[in-house]
Every structure is written in C-alpha cells, then in structure tokens.
C-alpha cells in the first residue's frame, strides 16, 4: 500500500481545474480515496432546503476535494512547488523536497 506524501496542514498549489495556480492549505485528507480538501479552493455552490417554517433557502459554496496527482506540495524553505521524497533517519520516516533537498 502507497502511504499519501501531502498531509492535512501543508500548503499545496493546484496544478489542473478551474483554480489551477492558486495556492492554499489542506483542510482534510483521505488517503484512501487519495484526495484532499483545500481551505476556500475548489469551491462548488451547493443548494440548501430552509429547515424552518419562515426560513428561505440559499445557496452556499462547498469546497469539494482534489485528486491527490492535481496538486503539488510547497516547499516551506525554497517556496516552489515540488514533488516530495521520503527518507529515514533513525527509524523514522522524513519527508524531503526533491528540489532543495529540506526536510519539510
């Protein structure tokens, strides 16, 4: 089994869709579909049925997930958007950037 390389918190950049070049952080993760949910990126309107009496119902955006292959991670140190190594120190297992060869 392939472990996901892009983890919730990190900052990727969308490489294809409609918002491809923008750049945000991941909100939620799914390894076993190998998608990610980015904050405020991606986002779908979604029609929403008034649940009380007087209520009108509305339209609210949805930020719905990316396939893990349309976004790359940035880099904390070099700011690029790169593909991610894994390597072990020590029993542990560390993720690099393949361009500036960090620890991330």
Not at 28 to 41: F, Q, S
Not at 76 to 88: D, E
């Amino acid at each position: 089994m392939n472990t996901m390389k892009i983890k919730k918190g990190d900052t990727v950049k969308i490489l294809l869709g409609k918002d491809h070049g923008k750049i945000g952080k991941v909100q939620h993760a799914d390894p076993k579909g190998e998608r990610v949910t980015l904050e405020n990126l991606n986002l779908f309107k979604k029609h929403v049925k008034p649940r009380k009496q007087g209520e009108k119902g509305e339209t609210v955006q949805v930020p719905r997930p990316v396939r893990i292959s349309n976004v790359a991670l940035v880099c904390p140190s070099c700011s690029k958007a790169t593909r991610v190594g894994v390597r072990r120190e020590k029993g542990i297992r560390i993720r690099f950037c393949k361009k500036c060869n960090a620890s991330i």
